[in-house]
């Protein structure tokens, strides 16, 4: 008597796709190691903020949010930040075009450059700007004190996540696939439309949120330059150390979890729009 062993197409299906997502012991182990300690530095501390941040109320968080000095801080910090992060998009990816696909002299010492802002001490990058663009500066440009500091500052700390981002796709993408789309009759236009960009969207959008978020989080940099002027060049992260001295800390947590929300829903935002443009590809 014989006994069929063949399964049906769907139970092997059913198996596969279970093996496939099975974690074996030591799989199971580094994953509850990362997740701890990802809960301990990332995960808790932001709900302590959140809970913080009602501490006091509801009342206390709206008073502080609805604040005039506090609003303009924050207004001040998201816009600047948003209009940074846009010229990041477009220069970085432009920098990255060309460290990677231009031979010139000087190359290795401009990949140098662009690191700079990584490695300088924030306090330091602020002084930096301020011997450069403040009232004593050598070329005759004084932007201390205006909105223009919190633009020029923010911009300068930022400056490499797009081009760090952007650069190894580039290096990975294969000429071939343009030098095709050119034999076939396809415009520069079509090319960078229907090929590059699919290509560098995840690129882009992930270095546009690390710029994003390290522009509305910006302090040392900021703090010798703007003047931290209220309501004219007072950023939302000096607002809150402003609480904190004052002993607020409820309503510093209040402004923290404003920023939160707002860095989350833009990179929930970035995250559509790569799809989206990746689709379109």
């Not at 279970?18 to 190691?33: E, F, H, Q, V, W």
């Not at 990362?34 to 530095?41: P, Y």
């Not at 580039?170 to 095709?180: F, G, K, P, T, Y």
């Not at 690129?203 to 509305?216: C, D, E, N, P």
């Amino acid at each position: 008597m014989t006994v069929d062993t063949t399964l049906a197409p769907g139970a092997v299906r059913k198996r596969r796709s279970r093996s496939a997502t099975s974690l074996t012991r030591s799989s199971g182990l580094g994953l509850g190691i990362a997740l701890t300690w990802f809960s301990l530095l990332v995960l808790i501390p932001l709900a302590l903020v959140v809970i913080q941040s009602v501490d006091g109320g509801w009342a206390t968080f709206r008073d502080t949010v609805t604040s005039p000095q506090t609003a303009a801080a924050l207004r001040l910090t998201v816009t600047q930040a948003f209009v940074v992060t846009l010229v990041n998009v477009v220069m970085g990816t432009l920098i990255a075009w060309v460290l990677v696909r231009d031979q010139f002299p000087g190359k290795r010492l401009l990949e140098v450059i662009i690191d700079i802002p990584f490695a300088l001490p924030t306090i330091v990058a602020g002084l930096v700007l301020l011997s450069l663009y403040g009232p004593q500066s050598p070329i005759g440009i004084n932007v201390a004190n205006t909105e223009r500091s919190v633009f020029l500052a923010l911009l300068f700390v930022t400056l490499p996540f797009v081009v760090r981002t952007v650069e190894p796709v580039l290096q990975e993408l294969d000429l071939e696939v343009e030098e095709a789309a050119a034999s076939l009759g396809a415009s520069r236009f079509t090319t960078l439309r229907r090929i590059l960009l699919p290509a560098l969207a995840p690129a882009i959008t992930a270095g546009a949120a690390l710029s994003f978020a390290r522009g509305i989080s910006e302090y040392g940099s900021l703090v010798l330059l703007s003047g931290n002027l209220p309501m004219k060049t007072e950023v939302a992260s000096v607002r809150i150390m402003s609480y904190i001295e004052n002993g607020n800390a409820a309503a510093a947590a209040s402004v923290a979890t404003i920023l939160l929300v707002v860095a989350l829903a833009a990179i929930v935002v970035l995250q559509v729009l790569s799809s989206v443009v990746a689709r379109r590809g």
